[in-house]
């Protein structure tokens, strides 16, 4: 989809649109007072306090037509610049322009406002030069809002709009945006049984059911195997830890705001805990290491907490607890190039076998005016930083830097990808850290029998387990490959009275030869039962009629495809391992 706010055109078009709005609101709701209405990448929007009203969706079209009846009118959109006193003035009997005018400073910045016929707003602009030119628009959504994003402050209600150039552009996004909704790894979710969340539960906390847990499984299984085969060793640490520990490493001074709040049992203070270091940092120390032994390479599924916003959760993309796919190998500072290397080279590897193509790489620096939030050792950091843009050049990597966005305790390269639906965000991560080693004073003994202090890389592939599979979900539209498909095959009787013994045996065939398969023999009609399968999305649905019982032979449909092929069972079977081993995505 077209990023708006990237675009200026669009930009200036939508920002416009979103005073088109301010101003229909106004004319059907006269008390309607107004906070921000900005440009997003999607469109545009305006938080609005209405007082005691509150609309809903079937209100969108009402202001619709208000907002072309005004577009029609044609009027000018003047600006004018102001004093602070005039603007406090001016806008004297709307507290949430008053809050913006009192925090501007009229020495350092111009105070603009936007008037269009009986409507001003307080505004830095630009606009187009008139409301004629807003004409391809389309109100999408409506939702609730905390004024400055304060959750002690009122609910304000935002409302989501779009304006094109065109009206095949206008009508081009509204069909992307229904694609996306088919997308939704949520909708998904709920239609394939795959998770399920419950506010009793608690909000941000997903449920996996049957078939969640079979894709959870093998996408453990999975990147597991390649682990080992690299040489890691896996372990299970609580989801908990003593608040000394993220002392000891320093997450409880800079990273306690997304924490949950401490417990106190028996004198002592714990947290859920929000990463997997500190417990792998305590697994390195428990014994003596030698430069001969590293490197180390600590591998875990490991469960963590959060806390997240209410505002910000969204299904299994961003919740509350989740399940990293993390590692923390434990180097020598002359092995730090090589291991760097081989976190890519998996990574890439991953993406390769699994066909994911949108991504593009991140290297995330210090910003060395920030002392408080980075470890202050510029030595460290600058030789960090240069070891990890020299492997990426070497491998022929082409990425960008992001100052500011390193861990406290170490520069990172992150793998952004880009969803099927939503905003782009980080998938895979490898972070450099000098710093937790010495915090937790870890030691080898290196060929001179000194003792050293080694170097961690902390890296996920899939980042969690939860994030990736959302993703997956929504680039597959739900048809998961079949070696993640809840159910890989299912075995269908044309009538349940004459072909029912002939699927039962084909049924246990396929069970014991490790295919995750179901017998549909329910007296119901074929078609009904094929429309079943196609909507569950199932790889496979085998069709045994008198033919195939009397041939001892099986005709398959592929999901989404109308034409059968008749092979043996054992053909079958060689067909449904071969894709199963290659991973592929049809």
Same mark, same amino acid.
């Given at each position: 989809m077209i990023n708006i706010k990237e675009d200026e055109k669009l930009s200036v078009l939508n920002h416009s649109c979103a005073h088109l709005l301010a101003q229909a609101v106004k004319h059907l709701y006269k008390d309607a007072k107004f906070w921000v209405g900005p440009v997003i990448e999607e469109g545009f929007y305006y938080d609005i306090d209405l007082g005691d009203v509150t609309l809903t969706e079937e209100d969108l079209p009402k202001i619709e037509r208000e907002m072309k009846k005004i577009a029609k009118d044609g009027k000018r959109i003047v600006r004018e610049e102001i004093s602070k006193k005039e603007a406090l003035e001016r806008f004297k009997d709307d507290p949430y322009k008053i809050d913006l005018i009192e925090r501007m400073n009229e020495d350092e910045e111009v105070i603009s406002c936007y008037t269009q016929g009986d409507f001003t707003d307080l505004c830095r602009g630009p606009h187009v030069e008139t409301v004629k030119l807003l004409k391809y628009f389309k109100l999408l959504k409506i939702s609730g809002a905390y004024w400055k994003g304060d959750s002690n402050n009122k609910v304000l209600q935002r409302i989501y709009g779009i304006c094109f150039e065109t009206e095949e552009d206008l009508q081009n996004h509204l069909k992307e945006l229904e694609e996306a909704k088919l997308r939704d790894h949520r909708k998904l979710g709920k239609d394939l049984g795959i998770f399920l969340t419950n506010d009793l539960v608690g909000k941000g906390l997903p449920m996996y059911l049957p078939n969640g847990y079979i894709i959870w499984e093998q996408l453990e299984n999975y990147i597991k195997e390649k682990e080992r085969k690299m040489g890691y060793l896996h372990v299970l640490t609580p989801p908990l830890g003593n608040v000394e520990l993220y002392k000891t490493s320093g997450h409880w001074d800079h990273y306690k705001e997304n924490m949950f709040p401490k417990m106190e049992v028996e004198g002592e203070e714990f947290v859920l805990r929000p990463m997997n270091c500190p417990h792998h940092m305590m697994i390195y120390a428990n014994g003596i290491h030698s430069y001969k032994d590293l490197p180390i390479r600590i591998g875990e599924i490991a469960r963590d907490c959060r806390f997240e916003a209410s505002g910000a959760l969204k299904g299994i #993309?961003?919740?509350?607890? =989740?399940?990293?796919?993390? *590692?923390?190998? =434990?180097?020598?500072?002359?092995?730090?190039?090589?291991? =760097?290397?081989?976190?890519?080279?998996?990574? @890439?590897?991953?993406?390769?076998?699994?066909n994911i193509t949108d991504f593009r790489f991140e290297l995330s620096l210090r910003d060395k005016e920030d002392k408080?939030? %980075? %470890? !202050?050792?510029? &030595?460290?950091? !600058?030789? *960090?930083?240069?070891k990890l843009r020299k492997v990426l050049d070497k491998i022929g990597i082409d990425y960008t830097e992001k100052i500011g966005e390193a861990a406290f305790y170490g520069p990172k390269l992150d793998v952004q990808v880009k969803p099927a639906v939503g905003n782009e965000y980080s998938l895979s991560t490898c972070q450099l850290d000098f710093c937790l080693p010495m915090k937790f004073d870890l030691a080898y003994i290196d060929k001179n029998g000194e003792r050293k202090t080694p170097v961690v890389l902390h890296r996920a592939v899939f980042g969690s387990l939860d994030r990736f599979i959302a993703y997956y979900l929504e680039e597959t539209k739900g048809a998961l490959p079949l070696w993640l498909a809840p159910t890989q095959v299912v075995v269908m009787p044309v009538s349940s009275e004459h072909q029912k013994d002939y699927a039962e045996e084909v049924y246990e065939y396929?069970?014991?030869?490790?295919?995750?398969? &179901?017998?549909?023999?329910?007296?119901?009609? @074929?078609? %009904?039962? @094929?429309? #079943?399968?196609?909507? *569950?999305?199932?790889? %496979?649905?085998?069709?045994?009629? !008198?033919?195939?019982?009397?041939?001892?032979?099986?005709?398959?449909r592929l999901y989404s495809?109308?034409?059968?092929?008749?092979? $043996?069972?054992? #053909? =079958?079977?060689?067909? @449904?391992? #071969?894709?199963?081993? &290659? &991973? $592929?995505r049809k």
């Open positions: #993309e961003r919740t509350r607890s =989740f399940c990293q796919n993390d *590692a923390h190998l =434990f180097v020598t500072p002359e092995q730090i190039e090589s291991e =760097f290397s081989k976190v890519v080279e998996l990574i @890439l590897d991953v993406y390769k076998e699994l408080v939030k %980075y %470890y !202050d050792d510029d &030595k460290m950091w !600058d030789d *960090a930083e240069d396929l069970k014991e030869n490790g295919i995750r398969v &179901k017998l549909d023999d329910r007296n119901e009609k @074929l078609g %009904y039962r @094929l429309r #079943e399968s196609q909507t *569950a999305k199932i790889p %496979y649905t085998l069709i045994l009629g !008198d033919n195939e019982k009397n041939d001892n032979k099986v005709s398959y495809k109308k034409d059968t092929t008749t092979v $043996s069972k054992e #053909e =079958f079977l060689k067909i @449904l391992e #071969e894709e199963i081993e &290659k &991973k $592929s």
